[in-house]
């Protein structure tokens, strides 16, 4: 049987049941046979213990430098998030504003088209009638030519003088 499992609660009860017999412990290892094996003085280097906080202002320092720079960090991360908030917001509202301007365009465009076949109708119809009178005006000179037997050209360059005269005042 090993040492681990002998049962040291029957040797206790019964060194204590036996208290009139006090037996003092000696160790009996062989080396403390020796001679010094047992040091006279038991001087711990641990009974000139003092607490010493050495590096306390430094690390508070350093953990205050470390909290800034977390806290500048933090705040520029805030500031980029807010300004990619505010592009968005602001290319929305240009899109949404460009959007409307394009149809704004379109409907003067489609306005301007109906504008321009309106005014090339109207063209056209203008030539028509200017030709139709000049074969008129053509037919009556020389009709006034033979009948009053004047040559064409003179009564064409009275005339033009006379029309003009005529749009001169009408302008004044």
């Known amino acids: 049987m090993s040492y681990l499992h002998r049962d040291f609660e029957k ?4 060194s204590v049941a036996d208290s009139s017999v006090v037996e003092e412990y000696k160790p009996q290892h062989p080396v403390l046979d020796l001679p010094n094996a047992i040091p006279t003085s038991s001087q711990d280097h641990l009974d000139d213990f003092t607490e010493v906080n050495p590096f306390e202002r430094e690390e ?8 800034t720079s977390l806290l500048a960090k933090a705040k520029g991360k ?13 290319a929305k509202l240009s899109a949404a504003q460009a ?17 321009n ?13 200017k030709s139709k009178l000049r074969e008129k005006a053509n037919k009556l000179i020389s009709a006034s030519a033979t009948k009053h037997k004047i040559e ?21």
């Open 11 to 14: 040797t206790k009860v019964s």
């Open 60 to 67: 508070m320092e350093h953990s205050e430098i470390k909290f």
């Open 78 to 90: 805030i500031k980029g998030k807010l300004a990619k908030r505010s592009k968005k917001k602001a």
């Open 99 to 115: 959007e409307k301007l394009a149809k704004q365009i379109n409907k003067l465009a489609s306005g301007l088209n109906k504008l």
């Open 117 to 129: 076949k309106a005014v090339e109708k109207a063209s056209q119809k203008l030539e028509s009638k």
């Open 152 to 172: 064409e050209d003179t009564l064409r360059s009275d005339m033009g003088k006379f029309l003009n005269a005529l749009g001169q005042e009408l302008l004044d």
